[in-house]
């Protein structure tokens, strides 16, 4: 039983032609019946209709067999129709694409039923019902008014629904097919609720169980029908010729037989037969029957009663099975395979479309290219490392005291290494290097980086990935992000194989680091040089001069002339010539002999120094006339030579002197032949010459005033060395911590420890000494606690900052203004295709609004609705939208690896290497899909009614 309390509807509320369409309606219906809605035109009886079954709204409170709705809640109450309610109305609302199965099956799937057996059971029953079986196959576009009005009523029959709403359903026939009409819907009342509208009084009166009266929206009467009545049947299109006047005439076998409804007139014709075929005329006007949509009838026409129709209609729903309706999870693969089936009926109009909606995905793939650039910036070009400090300063007003502090933060842990800045500009640090891979002799794969090459010890602490530290300045440490691009590009199964394949100038890769960068990390010592710092014996490199040695009883001698040196032997020297055609005076010319006389002795010692070169009274080498033995003269003492020889791998200008006596390197004053000015020297890193002297006394230095300096100086350890050099610009003054003596070694070059002007200290005292010496800017850091050392550098007058976040800044700053029209076009582009999208969803919709209307009217819900458009939205966006997305990324990543040409439009980096087209993927889909569906939301929040009204279905 369906039961209204107080209903009420208004069109135009609060203005001057306010229309009370339903005024305060209060109605209690039966469960059975057919009960007819009567009143004049604008009554508000469709309207009435309408609300109570579902398909418009009004306030009130309607009760469904004690399912009680206040005011209207469309979820809720599509949900209660769909399962209850089947609709009739006066415009069919069949889909006339579809044929008649098709519509009926559509009706079953709204409702779950999607089981072809349970379909095709159901729909045979309904369409024999109604008499329509045999055009089950037939477009129901094709069919008359009568029969689609049947086919309208089979789809509710197919529901098994409690209550049809039947509005107007022979409004569009005639007489004939408004009776067979009237006569189903008077059967299916028997057990089910009938309520109809209609503005026939006499169909209502004839086939009505009970008659409810509206005028003006309020409801005037209920009343029970007037059945006793006859029905006036009387079809325009039949002839009853027993109620009209006949003539008959039967002439020379020719018959003919007249009817009238009055007095025949006077006729002639004229009958004429040729080849078969007759002809005729007439003096009045005639038409063939069979030409007309006239039907005889050999009957008088006589009035209809209910009881010649009460048995006429077969239908049972028994048999019908409501335990095949399905899950949703069907229901939406059903969804697909109609988007599928909908998207691939290629029409022109949808070609046009299409061909937009991939351009639109080329635009979106151009867009994801602007929008990394603008979210992600290009970073190629800062520094990994997170942990690098620059710190600038004027050198000569804080530069020894900036040198002290940063000496004790090293020592502290406080700061892991210190280099010199290369540039002021720090972003030079920055290089371009090529590895190289030879595969075979036909095929080498290199793969060119610009990346940071920075000591080691930045990231020692981090440990190896792999491989092992660097221990000479021909090996260096990768990053682990540089090792996988290597891996990737080379083709690699492991880092191992990078160590043994790759080639590179910069030396060879012997570990990688745990540090996730792309860094080069080189031995500690090599940074100064890697960097393309100033070595400061670089201009003596080739000088040759006087060298001493101590004795070494393990080298080669090969005495010519004497003996060799004994562990007794004090105040002696052991004379080492050689083969070198460079000599300051010629003496390789006895290279060459086993032994050498007193006379050659004579000669070669008395020619060595043919120049007036030194600046001392006696010679350095000569012969004592007293003693009549040869004699080197260091200045201070006179040293007996006891031998001659020559000893594999030692080269010079000049002769060399090798001693086991100490005080002979700390008595000799002389170096070149001239006396060693001790105010000027040359600073070196003693870890990189360690192999070439012997400590005679002290220590190595550990902090950056102190040094170790030759033995021949003549300073004591403990005294300070003080040097103003006028040619370096550079003014210290040094603790001397250690002296040394020059050991031989076959395997380094030992020249440069005999040069004049040296001092040794430690590796960051020679940094600090490149740095003041090239009035440098300053110095990066590794810092491990800025705090720290912000506190140990005090108030001294310096710049520090991070060298990564500076370079980002940097980028930050200039990418600024491009930024903002980045952004400009990324949102004017994206304006274009939300609008165009937004548009073309509200065009399809529009051009599918009968459909929409139809499927509302007759029960489905709007998440159905909402379901299908999103499935086609998905449909259409991955075979256009994605494809040109796609497509464009896929050509611009080629040309991106192969042309190298799009860093000047799209930065420097390859976007495919960022998740942002990735996620570009998924925001197409949603932006496809929320402004698609905006449209289809706007019209679903109308009722199925308000739909039909306004665009007129």
């Given at each position: 039983m369906i039961k209204t309390t107080d209903l009420n509807k208004y069109y135009l509320k609060g203005r001057q032609n306010e229309i009370h369409v339903i005024n305060d309606c209060n109605l209690?219906?039966?469960?059975?019946?057919?009960?007819?809605?009567?009143?004049?035109?604008?009554?508000?009886?469709?309207?009435?209709?309408?609300?109570?079954?579902?398909?418009?709204?009004?306030?009130?409170?309607?009760d469904y067999d004690g399912k009680v709705f206040n005011g209207y809640k469309m979820n809720a109450i599509d949900k209660y129709r769909r399962e209850n309610f089947g609709y009739i109305f006066q415009n069919y609302n069949i889909l006339p694409e579809l044929t008649i199965i098709e519509n009926l099956a559509t009706a079953l799937e709204i409702v779950g039923i999607i089981d072809k057996e349970e379909q095709d059971k159901r729909i045979k029953i309904a369409l024999n019902a109604v008499g329509l079986y045999k055009f089950r196959k037939k477009p129901a576009g094709k069919l008359s008014g009568g029969q689609m009005q049947r086919v309208a009523i089979a789809r509710a029959l197919v529901k098994k629904c409690k209550i049809l709403i039947a509005d107007e359903p022979t409004g569009n026939l005639d007489s004939t097919n408004s009776i067979e009409i009237m006569n189903i819907l008077k059967k299916i009342s028997e057990t089910t609720l009938v309520l109809l509208v209609t503005h026939d009084k006499q169909l209502a009166e004839f086939y009505s169980t009970k008659i409810i009266e509206l005028t003006d929206g309020k409801i005037t009467n209920i009343r029970e029908a007037n059945n006793n009545i006859s029905l006036q049947n009387k079809d325009e299109n039949k002839i009853y010729l027993k109620d009209l006047n006949q003539v008959t005439s039967n002439d020379n076998g020719i018959k003919t037989v007249a009817f009238s409804e009055g007095?025949?007139?006077?006729?002639?014709?004229?009958?004429?037969?040729?080849?078969?075929?007759?002809?005729?005329?007439?003096?009045?006007?005639?038409?063939?029957?069979?030409?007309?949509?006239?039907?005889?009838?050999?009957?008088?026409?006589?009035?209809?009663?209910?009881?010649?129709?009460?048995?006429?209609?077969?239908?049972?729903?028994?048999?019908?099975?409501?335990?095949?309706?399905?899950?949703?999870?069907?229901?939406?693969?059903?969804?697909?395979?109609?988007?599928?089936?909908n998207f691939f009926k290629v029409r022109k109009r949808t070609k046009a479309f299409r061909f937009?909606?991939?351009?639109?995905?080329?635009?979106?793939?151009?867009?994801?290219?602007?929008?990394?650039?603008?979210?992600?910036?290009?970073?190629?070009?800062?520094?990994?490392?997170?942990?690098?400090?620059?710190?600038?300063?004027?050198?000569?007003?804080?530069?020894?005291?900036?040198?002290?502090?940063?000496?004790?933060?090293?020592?502290?842990?406080?700061?892991?290494?210190?280099?010199?800045?290369?540039?002021?500009?720090?972003?030079?640090?920055?290089?371009?290097?090529?590895?190289?891979?030879?595969?075979?002799?036909?095929?080498?794969?290199?793969?060119?980086?610009?990346?940071?090459?920075?000591?080691?010890?930045?990231?020692?602490?981090?440990?190896?990935?792999?491989?092992?530290?660097?221990?000479?300045?021909?090996?260096?440490?990768?990053?682990?992000?540089?090792?996988?691009?290597?891996?990737?590009?080379?083709?690699?199964?492991?880092?191992?194989?990078?160590?043994?394949?790759?080639?590179?100038?910069?030396?060879?890769?012997?570990?990688?680091?745990?540090?996730?960068?792309?860094?080069?990390?080189?031995?500690?010592?090599?940074?100064?040089?890697?960097?393309?710092?100033?070595?400061?014996?670089?201009?003596?490199?080739?000088?040759?001069?006087?060298?001493?040695?101590?004795?070494?009883?393990?080298?080669?001698?090969?005495?010519?002339?004497?003996?060799?040196?004994?562990?007794?032997?004090?105040?002696?020297?052991?004379?080492?010539?050689?083969?070198?055609?460079?000599?300051?005076?010629?003496?390789?010319?006895?290279?060459?002999?086993?032994?050498?006389?007193?006379?050659?002795?004579?000669?070669?010692?008395?020619?060595?120094?043919?120049?007036?070169?030194?600046?001392?009274?006696?010679?350095?080498?000569?012969?004592?006339?007293?003693?009549?033995?040869?004699?080197?003269?260091?200045?201070?003492?006179?040293?007996?030579?006891?031998?001659?020889?020559?000893?594999?791998?030692?080269?010079?200008?000049?002769?060399?002197?090798?001693?086991?006596?100490?005080?002979?390197?700390y008595d000799n004053e002389f170096h070149y032949g001239s006396k060693i000015n001790k105010e000027y020297y040359e600073v070196l890193p003693y870890s990189k010459y360690s192999n070439k002297f012997e400590l005679v006394d002290g220590s190595l230095p550990t902090n950056i005033n102190e040094c170790i300096v030759p033995a021949y100086y003549g300073i004591k350890v403990g005294e300070q060395y003080k040097s103003s050099s006028s040619s370096i610009n550079y003014n210290k003054t040094y603790t001397v911590s250690g002296v040394f003596v020059p050991t031989y070694n076959s395997n380094v070059d030992n020249t440069s420890l005999y040069n004049d002007y040296k001092v040794y200290v430690t590796d960051l005292d020679y940094k600090f000494f490149q740095i003041e010496y090239n009035n440098n800017y300053g110095v990066y850091l590794t810092v491990t606690d800025i705090d720290e050392l912000k506190t140990i550098l005090g108030d001294l007058d310096y710049e520090l900052f991070n060298v990564r976040q500076s370079m980002i800044d940097d980028i930050e700053k200039d990418a600024k203004s491009d930024n903002f029209k980045t952004l400009i076009t990324i949102l004017v582009l994206l304006g274009v295709v939300l609008i165009y999208i937004y548009f073309t969803m509200r065009s399809k919709l529009i051009h599918d609004i009968y459909e929409i209307g139809v499927l509302r009217n007759i029960g489905a819900s709007t998440k159905s609705i909402y379901s299908k458009y999103l499935i086609e939205i998905i449909i259409t966006t991955l075979f256009t939208t994605m494809l040109g997305y796609l497509g464009f990324l896929i050509v611009y990543n080629f040309i991106y690896h192969k042309a190298k040409i799009i860093g000047s439009l799209f930065g420097s980096y390859s976007v495919l290497e960022t998740p942002y087209p990735y996620i570009g993927i998924l925001i197409i889909f949603l932006l496809n899909i929320l402004v698609g569906l905006i449209p289809v939301f706007m019209l679903l929040r109308k009722t199925p009614k308000e739909i039909s009204s306004k665009y007129d279905i």
């Amino acid at each position: 039983m369906i039961k209204t309390t107080d209903l009420n509807k208004y069109y135009l509320k609060g203005r001057q032609n306010e229309i009370h369409v339903i005024n305060d309606c209060n109605l209690e219906l039966p469960d059975t019946g057919l009960v007819t809605i009567l009143g004049e035109s604008g009554s508000g009886k469709t309207t009435l209709l309408n609300v109570i079954g579902g398909l418009d709204r009004a306030k009130g409170q309607i009760d469904y067999d004690g399912k009680v709705f206040n005011g209207y809640k469309m979820n809720a109450i599509d949900k209660y129709r769909r399962e209850n309610f089947g609709y009739i109305f006066q415009n069919y609302n069949i889909l006339p694409e579809l044929t008649i199965i098709e519509n009926l099956a559509t009706a079953l799937e709204i409702v779950g039923i999607i089981d072809k057996e349970e379909q095709d059971k159901r729909i045979k029953i309904a369409l024999n019902a109604v008499g329509l079986y045999k055009f089950r196959k037939k477009p129901a576009g094709k069919l008359s008014g009568g029969q689609m009005q049947r086919v309208a009523i089979a789809r509710a029959l197919v529901k098994k629904c409690k209550i049809l709403i039947a509005d107007e359903p022979t409004g569009n026939l005639d007489s004939t097919n408004s009776i067979e009409i009237m006569n189903i819907l008077k059967k299916i009342s028997e057990t089910t609720l009938v309520l109809l509208v209609t503005h026939d009084k006499q169909l209502a009166e004839f086939y009505s169980t009970k008659i409810i009266e509206l005028t003006d929206g309020k409801i005037t009467n209920i009343r029970e029908a007037n059945n006793n009545i006859s029905l006036q049947n009387k079809d325009e299109n039949k002839i009853y010729l027993k109620d009209l006047n006949q003539v008959t005439s039967n002439d020379n076998g020719i018959k003919t037989v007249a009817f009238s409804e009055g007095e025949l007139p006077n006729i002639n014709i004229t009958l004429v037969e040729k080849n078969g075929t007759f002809y005729i005329k007439s003096n009045v006007k005639i038409k063939s029957l069979d030409e007309s949509n006239l039907m005889l009838i050999d009957d008088h026409y006589h009035e209809t009663t209910v009881e010649e129709y009460k048995d006429k209609l077969d239908y049972d729903t028994e048999s019908f099975d409501d335990s095949h309706k399905s899950k949703n999870f069907k229901k939406i693969f059903i969804v697909i395979k109609d988007g599928l089936k909908n998207f691939f009926k290629v029409r022109k109009r949808t070609k046009a479309f299409r061909f937009i909606f991939i351009l639109l995905g080329i635009i979106l793939g151009y867009m994801a290219v602007l929008a990394t650039q603008y979210i992600k910036r290009d970073y190629s070009s800062v520094l990994d490392d997170k942990a690098v400090y620059s710190l600038r300063y004027d050198v000569d007003r804080v530069g020894g005291q900036i040198s002290s502090k940063l000496d004790e933060a090293y020592n502290n842990g406080v700061v892991k290494s210190i280099d010199r800045n290369p540039y002021y500009d720090f972003r030079n640090f920055k290089d371009s290097y090529e590895f190289i891979y030879y595969k075979n002799v036909y095929e080498t794969v290199s793969y060119s980086v610009s990346t940071f090459c920075i000591s080691y010890d930045v990231v020692k602490d981090s440990g190896l990935k792999s491989g092992r530290e660097p221990k000479n300045s021909d090996e260096i440490v990768i990053g682990k992000k540089l090792a996988n691009k290597l891996v990737k590009k080379m083709k690699f199964d492991s880092y191992e194989d990078i160590f043994d394949s790759i080639d590179m100038d910069l030396g060879k890769i012997v570990g990688v680091s745990n540090s996730n960068t792309s860094t080069v990390y080189l031995y500690a010592d090599t940074t100064s040089e890697g960097f393309g710092w100033f070595s400061a014996d670089a201009y003596q490199e080739n000088t040759r001069g006087m060298e001493y040695f101590l004795y070494d009883s393990n080298l080669n001698y090969k005495t010519m002339y004497g003996r060799t040196l004994n562990s007794d032997d004090t105040k002696s020297v052991y004379l080492v010539i050689s083969d070198n055609n460079n000599h300051m005076v010629t003496i390789d010319e006895y290279y060459y002999k086993e032994t050498l006389t007193d006379e050659e002795v004579d000669t070669m010692i008395t020619n060595m120094f043919v120049w007036n070169y030194f600046d001392v009274q006696d010679s350095i080498l000569y012969k004592d006339s007293e003693t009549n033995e040869y004699m080197y003269n260091t200045g201070t003492n006179k040293y007996k030579v006891v031998g001659i020889g020559k000893v594999d791998g030692i080269d010079g200008n000049f002769p060399s002197i090798v001693t086991n006596d100490i005080n002979f390197f700390y008595d000799n004053e002389f170096h070149y032949g001239s006396k060693i000015n001790k105010e000027y020297y040359e600073v070196l890193p003693y870890s990189k010459y360690s192999n070439k002297f012997e400590l005679v006394d002290g220590s190595l230095p550990t902090n950056i005033n102190e040094c170790i300096v030759p033995a021949y100086y003549g300073i004591k350890v403990g005294e300070q060395y003080k040097s103003s050099s006028s040619s370096i610009n550079y003014n210290k003054t040094y603790t001397v911590s250690g002296v040394f003596v020059p050991t031989y070694n076959s395997n380094v070059d030992n020249t440069s420890l005999y040069n004049d002007y040296k001092v040794y200290v430690t590796d960051l005292d020679y940094k600090f000494f490149q740095i003041e010496y090239n009035n440098n800017y300053g110095v990066y850091l590794t810092v491990t606690d800025i705090d720290e050392l912000k506190t140990i550098l005090g108030d001294l007058d310096y710049e520090l900052f991070n060298v990564r976040q500076s370079m980002i800044d940097d980028i930050e700053k200039d990418a600024k203004s491009d930024n903002f029209k980045t952004l400009i076009t990324i949102l004017v582009l994206l304006g274009v295709v939300l609008i165009y999208i937004y548009f073309t969803m509200r065009s399809k919709l529009i051009h599918d609004i009968y459909e929409i209307g139809v499927l509302r009217n007759i029960g489905a819900s709007t998440k159905s609705i909402y379901s299908k458009y999103l499935i086609e939205i998905i449909i259409t966006t991955l075979f256009t939208t994605m494809l040109g997305y796609l497509g464009f990324l896929i050509v611009y990543n080629f040309i991106y690896h192969k042309a190298k040409i799009i860093g000047s439009l799209f930065g420097s980096y390859s976007v495919l290497e960022t998740p942002y087209p990735y996620i570009g993927i998924l925001i197409i889909f949603l932006l496809n899909i929320l402004v698609g569906l905006i449209p289809v939301f706007m019209l679903l929040r109308k009722t199925p009614k308000e739909i039909s009204s306004k665009y007129d279905i």
